[in-house]
């Protein structure tokens, strides 16, 4: 069964950086993209990024294009999401989530794991 373990949350100032981590228990054949979402308070659960392995393709949510930036690290069979000029909007738990087969997708049942979910609260 493919596992998602992410990490890397917590508390930064507006304007600050954090990088948050996903690593699998699977072998990148088992994967063909892994996507970030993330949940504030009282709200759904939203699609921040997405990257598709087969296409080496990237997207974003607008409100994060060209701050945030997602990676896969093939050898580590891990994915990062770098996030700079952090805003308080961008407050919430981020969750790691992976696709077996399939194209970059917003849609969260699209998606075959999911990692616990790290906590990340931007707030002076």
């Known amino acids: 069964q493919l596992q998602l373990v992410d990490s890397g949350g917590g508390v930064v100032q507006p304007g600050g950086s954090l990088t948050l981590s996903c690593a699998s228990n699977?072998?990148?054949?088992?994967?063909?993209?892994f996507a970030w979402f993330r949940q504030a308070p009282g709200q759904e659960r939203e699609w921040v990024a997405c990257?598709?392995?087969?296409?080496?393709?990237?997207d974003y949510r607008g409100a994060v294009k060209g701050r945030f930036t997602i990676s896969v690290d093939n050898a580590k069979k891990t994915a990062s999401l770098q996030m700079g000029s952090l805003k308080p909007e961008d407050t919430g738990i981020y969750y790691c989530?992976?696709?077996?087969?399939?194209?970059?997708?917003?849609?969260?049942?699209?998606?075959?794991?999911w990692g616990q979910g790290t906590q990340v609260t931007v707030s002076s």
């Open positions: 699977g072998t990148t054949a088992d994967i063909n993209a």
């Open positions: 990257f598709t392995i087969n296409t080496d393709g990237a």
């Open positions: 989530a992976a696709r077996r087969w399939g194209l970059c997708t917003s849609r969260p049942t699209a998606f075959h794991a």
